[in-house]
């Protein structure tokens, strides 16, 4: 089995504060992988140093056998990996379609020349584009009715899909969901699982997972890692996690690792 | 029904203004406008799908329009002109208020019945009614004695530049303070290789073409070192720009360079300094021959034309994988970079298109009063472009386009007008002391904010609010957020 993701040594320093500490990590090719710890783990920072938000200050990424060191976001986009926020970053002023053909851009060819003429091909890229747009609103679940609402005056779950079929829009071999169900409902939330798995399924495309809820993390993933400030401290099955003692101890603090321990066998989940 | 009252009230203040400010068959005018105003902001604010109810829609807001032109018309002839000492003829305020009447109602109904069509004939539909009236303009100018002419010129001129700037900051998001240096430099680019300064003395059909490609040179030029900066940074750098193009201008008439010690040329004069460029060519066509400055009609059709053009090119890049990235950029830079968009090159051809009209704008202003000078490019062009832009409706083309029309109109007619108007009724009460105020001059800085004030606080969306456009300016977006 390959990885489609690979980062060694992986370092983002803030001033004095190391948000991202020598991190390795892979990202088995077709897998649902989970990226797990308490707040202000360095999570988020993890994905903003892999797609290019941030340059890394030491360590190497490799995507698909190639580096991403010093890559733009676009040209990190261009090279397969599509991304959603954790606090929702729609373009609020544009239409759910809109957000979605934007997603499009890296794939689409239309030049300033091509769209004043209005040429046969600009106008036929445009049409697909459109009706694809369509097509992945459906996919995510957004209402059709809904289409050519303001992205910014959807309810908010409709927001989160809609963060997802505009990553899905940038054609990604690896997508990174950063807390997708964060303020979802339980209802919300094992629809937002299912739609998770069919992307993987039916699209064959890697998914790279933020998420605090640990009921969907343990259902959902094939391999878990793990971070503590900064650091990682565990990585395996999600099965392996669950009774890992220094995941519980970063997630409950010491003292309450022992008890918290015999709880989580019980419960089967470590918070 | 408060709503529509209040939304017709803009264009029934503009028919009441004309008709007041602008004496005679003046009014016939007023009412024209009060009702096309009216006709497309009353169906903008409460979309009509029922023939029958549009009907009356559009009486009701032609009702209004009317009815206060009618009031202007009066108060006029029989409140002022008497003051004034001009005659009162009765016939012709007859004539005045039955033609504005009819002017109004006519168009406003028609507009709004236009606006129940589907789109693609809706637009065929306000195309046709707009198309009327812009078409005939000249000869209803010449029939009315209304005199506008000479001025509505230079309005379209504005126009066709508040369109270019609404790219850049309507569109793309970038608080651009400094868009008039642009005009400067598509002005002296056609005046330099399209008149004697050089020995060039190109066509101006030719020199346009240079003027919209040096000004798009210039945009990326300029744009480029403002490429990280956001929000405020971004004002500020352009703003500087606005200020040093004229300056260089003014200075760049005795050039010289050397290589080491070589002069390779000394003391050029490559922008006629402070005196400008005298004179530029005029436009040549067949059967009309070479436009001249005592018959504004070829003019105007010229500029119109230009606009016109200007504003289907501007649609589709609007509605194109461009535009959407624009618009991304606008709303969310960080974001937009996330989702594939060079966030370099979209910005730098947001300021070359955008500098490109200008440019156009420019040269034809140039050939227009046939010299051009450096003051012609101050600040406050750059102000008066953002103030268009910002009335109508961030974003949105008609709205620009009304915005931009009621603020060069409030600066070039209804102003000097007023003005007029106020001189004479001040000699007519023999007061000698406020007789050396000049209103149009003193007050109309004062009179230009104080509309611009009240417009924001009764309707900070601008006139034609587009569902899609952003309410503010962009400046408060330079905070970053990265999760
Ligand atoms: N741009 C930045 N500048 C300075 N410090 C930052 C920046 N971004 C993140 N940090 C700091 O880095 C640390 C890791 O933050 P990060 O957002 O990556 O955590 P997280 O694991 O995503 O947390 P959460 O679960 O709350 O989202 C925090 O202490 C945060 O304050
Ligand atoms: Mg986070």
Same mark, same amino acid.
């Given at each position: 089995m390959t990885n489609i993701l690979e980062t060694r040594g992986l370092t983002k320093r803030f001033g004095g504060l190391t948000a991202v500490d020598s991190v390795d990590f892979s990202v088995a090719t077709g897998s649902i992988t989970s990226l797990i710890g308490p707040n202000g783990a360095g999570k988020t920072t993890f994905f903003n140093t892999v797609t290019g938000l941030y340059t890394p200050t030491s360590g190497t990424i490799a995507f698909a056998g190639r580096s991403l060191v010093g890559l733009k976001p676009h040209e990190v986009t261009a090279a397969g990996i599509g991304r959603t926020f954790q606090n929702i970053r729609l373009f609020g002023n544009m239409t759910a379609v809109e957000n979605v053909m934007v997603g499009m851009h890296s794939r689409m060819h239309a030049n300033v020349l091509g769209i004043l003429v209005h040429s046969a091909r600009v106008q036929h890229e445009e049409a697909t584009a459109r009706a694809k747009a369509h097509a992945l609103l459906d996919a995510v679940g957004l209402p059709a009715q809904r289409a050519d609402d303001l992205s910014k005056n959807l309810p908010y779950g409709d927001q989160r899909r809609l963060e997802i079929a505009r990553a899905l829009a940038t054609d990604p071999q690896l997508l990174l969901l950063d807390e997708p169900t964060a303020g979802m409902n339980p209802h919300e939330t094992a629809e937002l699982t299912q739609l998770i798995r069919r992307i993987r399924d039916e699209r064959a495309i890697t998914i790279l997972l933020i998420e605090h809820d640990m009921k969907l993390v343990m259902e959902i993933s094939e391999s878990i890692t793990v971070l503590d400030r900064g650091a990682k401290i565990a990585a @395996?099955? +999600?099965?392996?996690? /669950?009774?890992?003692?220094?995941?519980?101890? *970063?997630?409950? @603090? /010491?003292? *309450?690792?022992?008890? *918290?321990? *015999?709880?989580?066998?019980?419960?089967?989940? +470590?918070? | 029904m408060q709503i529509r009252i209040r939304t017709s009230m803009i264009g029934a203040a503009f028919g009441f203004a004309i008709a007041l400010i602008s004496g005679g068959f003046a009014g016939i005018f007023a009412g024209l406008v009060a009702g096309l105003i009216s006709g497309y902001v009353v169906p903008q604010a409460e979309p009509l799908t029922d023939k029958r109810r549009a009907v009356g829609q559009g009486m009701i807001a032609a009702l209004v329009g009317s009815v206060m032109t009618i009031l202007g018309i009066v108060l006029r002839n029989m409140g002022i002109d008497p003051i004034i000492g001009e005659p009162l003829n009765i016939l012709a305020v007859g004539i005045? $208020? $039955?033609?504005?009447? $009819?002017?109004?109602? =006519?168009? !406003?109904?028609?507009? !709004?019945?236009? #606006?129940?069509? %589907? %789109?693609?004939r809706e637009r065929i539909g306000m195309a046709i009614v707009v198309g009327i009236i812009l078409v005939t303009y000249p000869w209803l100018d010449q029939f009315l004695n209304l005199r506008f002419m000479n001025e509505v010129i230079p309005v379209l001129v504005f126009l066709l530049m508040a369109l270019g700037l609404n790219i850049v900051v309507g569109y793309a998001g970038l608080l651009d303070l400094g868009y008039a240096a642009f005009f400067a430099i598509g002005a002296y680019a056609a005046a330099m290789v399209s008149s004697p300064h050089f020995g060039l003395s190109l066509s101006f059909w030719l020199a346009i073409w240079v003027a919209a490609a040096t000004a798009a040179i210039f945009g990326l030029i300029l744009g480029s070192p403002t490429l990280p900066l956001r929000g405020d940074y971004l004002a500020i750098v352009t703003l500087g720009f606005g200020e040093i193009v004229p300056i260089a201008i003014k200075n760049l008439d005795k050039v010289s360079l050397s290589i080491w010690n070589y002069p390779l040329f000394v003391d050029v004069d490559l922008t006629g300094g402070t005196k400008g460029i005298n004179p530029i060519n005029r436009p040549w066509l067949p059967i009309i021959g070479e436009f001249s400055p005592s018959n504004p009609i070829p003019w105007y059709f010229l500029i119109l034309g230009i606009m016109l053009i200007s504003i289907f090119f501007i649609s589709r890049l609007r509605n194109s994988r =461009?535009? #959407?990235?624009?618009?991304? =950029? #606008?709303?969310?830079? =960080?974001?937009?970079?996330?989702m594939g968009i060079n966030t370099v090159n979209v910005k730098l051809l947001a300021f070359a298109i955008g500098a490109t009209f200008s440019g156009l704008a420019g040269a034809f202003y140039g050939a227009y009063i046939s010299a051009i000078f450096p003051e012609s490019f101050r600040f406050d062009v750059s102000v008066m472009l953002l103030c268009m832009v910002i009335l109508g409706g961030l974003g949105n083309m008609s709205g620009v386009i009304l915005g931009g029309i009621i603020i060069q109109f409030a600066d070039r007619l209804f102003l000097p007008q007023m003005s007029n108007v106020v001189q004479k009724l001040i000699v007519a009460s023999g007061n000698e002391s406020l007789r050396d105020i000049n209103f149009a001059s003193d007050f109309r800085l004062l009179l230009f904010g104080l509309t611009l004030v009240l417009m924001m606080v009764l309707r900070p969306q601008g006139l034609v609010p587009s569902n899609g456009a952003p309410r503010v300016l962009p400046v408060a977006a330079g905070e970053a957020r990265h999760d």
């Open positions: @395996g099955l +999600p099965k392996d996690i /669950r009774s890992n003692e220094q995941v519980i101890e *970063a997630y409950l @603090g /010491r003292g *309450a690792a022992s008890m *918290a321990h *015999a709880n989580a066998r019980n419960t089967g989940e +470590p918070t | 005045a $208020i $039955i033609g504005a009447t $009819i002017l109004c109602v =006519l168009v !406003c109904v028609v507009m !709004c019945v236009v #606006r129940t069509e %589907p %789109p693609a =461009l535009g #959407r990235a624009w618009t991304a =950029l #606008r709303e969310d830079e =960080l974001a937009a970079g996330a």
